[in-house]
């Protein structure tokens, strides 16, 4: 998910960015820890375009949807950040498919099992 800044969230202070964060945002995401995670970084210093990149790793596609659902009832969706894009995709789904040795990526997300290597990411 590729997410931009709003006026809001400039005009924020420290203290408050972070009074927001864990009473408003926290609880969402607590919600929905069991079947999606989140990790998250900041690129507002490499591009001008974009100010943070969220990627949802995610055990259950239904539980992803319900999880937009409740940031699109909070101050995070379009008063704190605009969403600029969501890109899905599916965790080394060619090696998979075609049965080819696996590359290297990151630690595992904790959401892989034997029977499916399917996540989604929302990545640039």
């Given at each position: ?9 400039e005009g924020c ?112």
């Amino acid at each position: 998910m590729l997410l931009k800044n709003a006026a809001a969230w400039e005009g924020c202070t420290v203290a408050h960015a972070r009074e927001w964060a864990q009473h408003a945002l926290a609880p969402v995401l607590k919600k929905h820890t069991s079947k999606v995670t989140l990790r998250y970084f900041d690129v507002e210093f490499y591009s001008p375009r974009i100010t943070d990149i969220w990627i949802w790793c995610v055990k259950d596609v239904d539980a992803y949807h319900h999880l937009l659902e409740d940031l699109r009832k909070n101050p995070f969706w379009n008063r704190y950040f605009k969403i600029i894009e969501t890109l899905a995709g599916v965790e080394e789904a060619y090696a998979k498919n075609y049965y080819c040795e696996l590359i290297p990526t990151w630690p595992d997300s904790g959401f892989r099992d034997s029977k499916s290597r399917t996540i989604i990411q929302d990545v640039a």
